[in-house]
């Protein structure tokens, strides 16, 4: 049991990371957005694929103010909520099996 409360412990370490990663990448395209960058370069390229399928659906929802896109804040909320459940649900599984 006390393999697979290890289990739990890294896989709860791993999507905190993945969920933290994807927090500041995210931080970094809003940022990005306000100065001229070149779209063809490959580190923005590379940003943007990682970031999209995160953005775009939350970009159908009805929050945008005029030229205001709050999709990077609703993304921020979500991936917080995201963290703090899954990583949670696995490190109380961690205790329970006796990492």
């Known amino acids: ?59 159908r929802l009805p929050f945008r103010f005029g030229m205001l896109d709050l999709s990077p804040i609703l993304a921020f909320i979500l991936l917080t909520f995201l963290d703090s459940f899954v990583v949670g649900v696995l490190r109380r599984l961690a205790i329970q099996f006796g990492a």
Do not use: C, H
């Open 1 to 59: 049991m006390f393999l697979v409360g290890q289990l739990f412990a890294s896989l709860a370490l791993l999507f905190s990371m993945v969920f933290k990663l994807l927090y500041f990448l995210i931080a970094i395209r809003v940022l990005l957005s306000w100065f001229p960058v070149d779209p063809y370069n490959e580190v923005i390229r590379a940003l943007y694929a990682i970031t999209e399928p995160i953005l775009e659906p939350l970009r």
